[in-house]
């Protein structure tokens, strides 16, 4: 079974070159009707880096389907790769400045080197530019090891997403065999309902009853079929059981659930749509709303599935 793969992840991790320069890669991941990247690379608009984004782009697109996700590759600032200079002319100005200024004013002191090199200019540290040819293989192989924490991340919070599910459909299960039994009562309800008016109006106009007991018939049995649900509960079964088995499948399964919830909420409007005011219709009203407010909590869990 392949895990079912939230859109929602964020993984880190930091590597090195071989120079000793430190980087870090950071993978963040959000819900999207699509695949929607966004790669942020050092250096700036037209950095020799910039060569680097159709490989993470690939790399990328072999693992994720789905989702707006986010690429951050940043170098440190490390003394390991800084080269300090030193400022050879400039010190020697300082110097014959202090010989200068011993002279006239008749001191003995002597010259601090500490001080001298702490002066402004004398001594700078730079950190040369990484380039591509140095980045590219250790930055795609950290790409690798980012995109397994990133999915491993992702399936956790999809297995989390997928437990929530599985309880909702059990509770629609539960609501629409509710229904069932409700509506299966309704037909007799209406049918004792609409005989004890009979009653009254023989008793009370004196019609024929032979008449009025045919009609009792032919409207009981319009009110029955009018109020029939069998096929919507059917449906709606079969589409919970498709949902579950879906989930169980797993594998980039949120664009089939999204579908079969607008399906199990077409039935459900159905339903809504033929209950009877009878104290059973009553009930019936309700359990309809509760599946509409079950299908409308996994819609928004299911917008964050893969």
Do not use: W
């Not at 065999?177 to 209406?190: F, K, N, P, V």
């Amino acid at each position: 079974m392949n895990p079912v793969l939230s859109m929602t992840g964020f993984a880190t991790l930091q590597s090195a070159v071989p120079s000793g320069r430190i980087f870090s890669l950071t993978l963040k991941g959000v819900n999207h009707r699509h695949l929607d990247l966004q790669i942020r690379l050092p250096g700036g608009p037209n950095s020799v880096l910039d060569a680097l984004e159709p490989q993470l782009r690939n790399a990328i697109k072999d693992a994720i389907r789905r989702g707006h996700v986010e690429l951050t590759l940043s170098l440190e600032k490390t003394s390991a790769a800084a080269i300090v200079e030193l400022d050879e002319p400039l010190l020697n100005a300082y110097v014959n400045a202090f010989h200068r200024a011993a002279a006239r004013l008749s001191s003995g002191q002597e010259l601090d080197v500490n001080g001298l090199l702490r002066l402004p200019g004398v001594m700078s540290a730079n950190i040369p530019p990484l380039d591509l040819a140095e980045l590219e293989a250790p930055a795609l192989a950290a790409m690798q090891q980012l995109l397994t924490l990133f999915n491993q991340a992702r399936a956790a919070e999809g297995a989390a997403l997928a437990a929530d599910l599985r309880a909702l459909m059990q509770s629609l299960a539960a609501l629409a065999a509710e229904a069932r039994t409700l509506r299966e009562g309704m037909a007799e309800t209406e049918f004792a309902r609409l005989q004890a008016k009979l009653h009254e109006l023989l008793d009370t106009t004196g019609l024929n009853s032979e008449t009025l007991e045919a009609r009792l018939v032919s409207e009981a049995a319009l009110i029955a079929a009018r109020g029939d649900v069998e096929e919507e509960l059917v449906r709606l079964r079969t589409h919970i059981d498709r949902f579950i088995d879906l989930l169980d499948t797993g594998g980039e399964v949120g664009r089939q659930l999204d579908f079969l919830l607008q399906e199990m909420n077409r039935e459900a409007n159905t339903l809504l749509s033929k209950t009877g005011g009878s104290s059973s219709g009553l009930r019936l009203t309700d359990v309809g709303l509760e599946i509409k407010v079950n299908l409308e909590r996994a819609r928004e869990q299911v917008q964050n599935l893969e």
